[in-house]
């Protein structure tokens, strides 16, 4: 939620955007004291506010994480392999069960038991195309929920939410055209220095241009996309 932090030489009014923080310092001796440093950091966050609208109401839920967790044991999150016996054990069948909702929101399993394929990895694909086509249709569900949020506010949804769901969609849609093959999509990393190699800090994007204290970055309260 927006606050201002008193970081003892200066107040940071900030917002949170889409799991990210967007800050701006305001030093108390450049405006000759506390007071005014505070009245102008109000000014700020009204500011930033102005240029993020949201309702009070907490941001809407994902229903899915953004990427696969990883402790998934099947490459996708939501797919797991079980076996079912038959009544006194007259037969018994390996699957692999897709978690998702029905289309009245209940919680709910399909199965997908191995002898119907040539394979297990066959079956495993198509469990993962089950999933993520499931998942695909709960992000267009989702975007409808986002834009009647904003609404609120006559607003649109944040350029920087909208460009994390839309990465979400091309990766599914790239495991989707690999045949239900989960595989990372490739991520541009700046080259690391040889001097801090190992060394791996948060950053804070700030809106203003003057150097200021990272004090790193921290989680939405209520935007979470992935964990």
Same mark, same amino acid.
């Given at each position: 939620?927006? %606050?201002?932090?008193?970081?003892?030489?200066?107040?940071?009014?900030?917002?949170?955007?889409?799991?990210?923080?967007?800050?701006?310092?305001?030093?108390?001796?450049?405006?000759?004291?506390?007071?005014?440093?505070?009245?102008?950091?109000?000014?700020?966050?009204?500011?930033?506010?102005?240029?993020?609208?949201?309702?009070?109401?907490?941001?809407?839920?994902?229903?899915?994480?953004?990427?696969?967790?990883?402790?998934?044991?099947?490459?996708?999150?939501?797919?797991?392999?079980?076996?079912?016996?038959?009544?006194?054990? @007259?037969?018994?069948?390996?699957?692999?069960?897709?978690?998702?909702?029905?289309?009245?929101? @209940?919680?709910?399993?399909?199965?997908?038991?191995?002898?119907?394929?040539?394979?297990?990895?066959?079956?495993?694909?198509?469990?993962?195309?089950?999933?993520?086509?499931?998942?695909?249709?709960?992000?267009?569900?989702?975007?409808?929920?986002?834009?009647?949020?904003?609404?609120?506010?006559?607003?649109?949804?944040?350029?920087?939410?909208?460009?994390?769901?839309?990465?979400?969609?091309?990766?599914?849609?790239?495991?989707?055209?690999?045949?239900?093959?989960?595989?990372?999509?490739?991520?541009?990393?700046?080259?690391?220095?040889?001097?801090?190699?190992?060394?791996?800090?948060?950053?804070?994007?700030?809106?203003?241009?003057?150097?200021? %204290?990272?004090?790193?970055?921290?989680?939405?309260?209520?935007?979470?996309?992935?964990?």
């Amino acid at each position: 939620m927006p %606050k201002i932090s008193d970081t003892g030489s200066d107040f940071l009014p900030r917002v949170y955007v889409a799991g990210r923080e967007i800050a701006k310092g305001v030093a108390k001796r450049k405006h000759g004291g506390a007071a005014a440093a505070y009245a102008r950091a109000q000014e700020i966050l009204a500011e930033l506010q102005a240029r993020y609208p949201r309702p009070d109401s907490p941001l809407p839920r994902m229903p899915f994480y953004r990427r696969p967790q990883s402790t998934s044991k099947h490459g996708w999150s939501g797919i797991s392999r079980s076996t079912k016996t038959g009544f006194g054990g @007259n037969w018994r069948g390996e699957y692999f069960g897709v978690t998702h909702t029905d289309e009245f929101g @209940n919680r709910t399993q399909t199965t997908f038991y191995l002898h119907h394929y040539r394979d297990e990895a066959e079956a495993l694909r198509a469990a993962v195309v089950f999933r993520i086509e499931w998942e695909l249709d709960q992000l267009v569900q989702y975007e409808e929920r986002l834009k009647e949020w904003f609404g609120q506010v006559g607003a649109e949804p944040w350029a920087e939410l909208t460009a994390v769901l839309s990465e979400m969609r091309a990766e599914r849609e790239a495991v989707l055209a690999a045949g239900g093959r989960p595989t990372p999509l490739e991520i541009g990393r700046e080259p690391r220095t040889a001097d801090k190699a190992d060394v791996i800090r948060p950053v804070t994007t700030r809106v203003d241009r003057q150097p200021a %204290k990272d004090i790193g970055l921290l989680p939405d309260e209520d935007f979470i996309l992935s964990l």
